[in-house]
Antibody, heavy 124, light 107 residues
Framework: DVQLVESGGGLKSPGGSLKLSCVAS????????MTWVRQAPGKGLEWVAV????????YYADSVKGRFLISRDNSQSLVYLQMESLKAEDSAVYYC?????????????????WGQGVLVIVSS | DIQMTQSPSSLSASVGDTVTLSCRAS??????LNWYQHKPGKAPNLLIY???TLQSGVPSRFSGSRSRRDFTLTISNLQPEDFATYYC?????????FGGGTRIEIK
């Protein structure tokens, strides 16, 4: 069975840094793009970033570009989200999710498996 | 960037009803439109991809359609487990984007 488990959340002060991890199992990890999506308290889903299966391509939401970095370690089936210069508005539950299809292009993503999410709170 | 607008933001319905949720893209996205169901404290669940293709394991009472930039998710014979928030998401181009969601509440 496919499983995605996020970790690394917690309470951070504004301006601080945090690195989220998501460990995957149950599928050939390096074949699939992976994404991070977040949900702030009382708000809807917001896409954050996506990385290709090889790790050679990554794309970001405008709200996090230049502050967040998505990366992956295919040898350990891990995807990361390094978050810098944290703001209060980055407070959210962060989900990692798996693309449904091996693809070599940056469109058509469909996220068929999701983790349970990890909470990030940015507050002084 | 492509904006996705969902309507209504919420609706009340009864078990057995048929409900129609709408999603409009700010520009053409072809059929690169997915629908997700999200319940509090749970992981989102992919229902429909490519605007109208039912994800494996999803009940057939869920269906999707497209007319140009307008997309519709229809839930027939609403079941108790269907009360949740539904999001559309475009995958035509990055940055990817979700609609604001439609919450279905029990009448």
């Amino acid at each position: 069975d496919v499983q995605l488990v996020e970790s690394g959340g917690g309470l951070k002060s504004p301006g601080g840094s945090l690195k989220l991890s998501c460990v995957a199992s149950g599928f050939t990890f390096e074949h699939y793009a992976m994404t991070w999506v977040r949900q702030a308290p009382g708000k809807g889903l917001e896409w954050v970033a996506v990385i290709s299966g090889t790790g050679g391509s990554a794309y970001y939401a405008d709200s996090v570009k230049g502050r967040f970095l998505i990366s992956r370690d295919n040898s350990q089936s891990l995807v990361y989200l390094q978050m810098e210069s944290l703001k209060a508005e980055d407070s959210a539950v962060y989900y990692c999710a798996k693309d449904s299809t091996p693809r070599g292009y940056s469109y058509g993503y469909e996220f068929d498996y999701w983790g349970q999410g990890v909470l990030v709170i940015v507050s002084s | 960037d492509i904006q996705m607008t969902q309507s209504p933001s919420s609706l009340s319905a009864s078990v057995g009803d048929t409900v129609t949720l709408s999603c409009r893209a700010s520009e053409s996205i072809s059929t690169y439109l997915n629908w997700y169901q999200h319940k509090p404290g749970k992981a989102p669940n992919l229902l429909i991809y490519d605007a109208a293709t039912l994800q494996s394991g999803v009940p057939s009472r869920f269906s999707g359609s497209r007319s140009r930039r307008d997309f519709t998710l229809t839930i027939s014979n609403l079941q108790p487990e269907d009360f949740a928030t539904y999001y559309c998401q475009q995958s035509y181009t990055t940055p990817l984007s979700f609609g604001g969601g439609t919450r279905i509440e029990i009448k």
